[in-house]
């Protein structure tokens, strides 16, 4: 039976996103070109790492991108990176260069100790919305809700001092940069951001001395009818 429920496709999107990776979509045959999901987080003149679970990384240079999925490289790729092995293109330099971790789940069970783990993200799949009447014949419209966190040491002075709310920004500026979410539904949007969400007071309770910043996002899905 076809899974109905895309979470963790979604969300494993998501946490790429975050790292400045998308996942091939079919294995490289050694020309110029590949294919992913989505290739819009990617730029002419960028320079990418192609990298699995079982190929050592190598470097290229984007020279183009046609239609949504493909990818074309300055020079043919010279290794097998196989989508069985957990392909992926990422950019050399991340946007969010300085992570620790990114993870799914909540906040209030992240690794410890966190003083040392920051900065960092966390994914939490939320509600799963299915309007009535919406979508096709064929099909049922999805809305999946997902808590993206960013949590950092706090700096001296003001805790919401403008060096947190640039990476913030950064954050958001790089989910809004692919809205297919690496090809994982067909619209994405960031509906609410929260500088010092309630989840701040609950960590800070546990003895958790980190600053704290949510972004709520919507993926979009149509999920095909299964007679």
């Known amino acids: 039976m076809d899974n109905l429920l895309h979470y963790n496709e979604i969300a494993r999107a998501i946490r790429l996103l975050c790292q400045s990776s998308v996942l091939l979509r079919e294995d490289t045959t050694g020309t110029n070109q590949i294919s992913v999901g989505s290739n819009r987080l990617f730029s002419v003149g960028d320079q990418v790492e192609l990298i699995d679970d079982d190929t050592a990384a190598e470097t290229y240079e984007v020279s183009g991108r046609s239609g949504l999925t493909f990818i074309q490289l300055t020079t043919p790729v010279s290794g097998q990176f196989t989508v069985a092995n957990n392909a992926m293109v990422r950019l050399a330099e991340p946007l969010l260069d300085d992570l620790h971790w990114v993870g799914q789940g909540r906040p209030l069970v992240m690794p410890q100790p966190a003083a040392l783990e920051v900065p960092a993200i966390v994914v939490e799949p939320a509600i799963l919305d299915q309007p009535m009447g919406e979508g096709t014949n064929r099909s049922v419209r999805q809305d999946y809700h997902f808590r993206i966190y960013y949590l950092e040491r706090p700096a001296a002075g003001s805790r919401r001092n403008e060096a947190f709310l640039e990476r913030v920004g950064d954050l958001f500026n790089l989910l809004t940069r692919d809205i297919y979410?690496?090809?994982?539904?067909?619209?994405?949007?960031?509906?609410?951001?929260?500088?010092?969400?309630?989840?701040?007071?609950?960590?800070?309770?546990?003895?958790?001395?980190?600053?704290?910043?949510?972004?709520?996002?919507?993926?979009?899905?149509?999920?095909?009818i299964i007679d």
């Open 181 to 224: 979410l690496g090809g994982t539904c067909w619209y994405a949007q960031i509906i609410r951001l929260d500088p010092d969400p309630s989840v701040q007071q609950h960590l800070a309770e546990q003895g958790l001395s980190v600053d704290v910043a949510e972004i709520e996002l919507i993926a979009r899905c149509l999920q095909p």
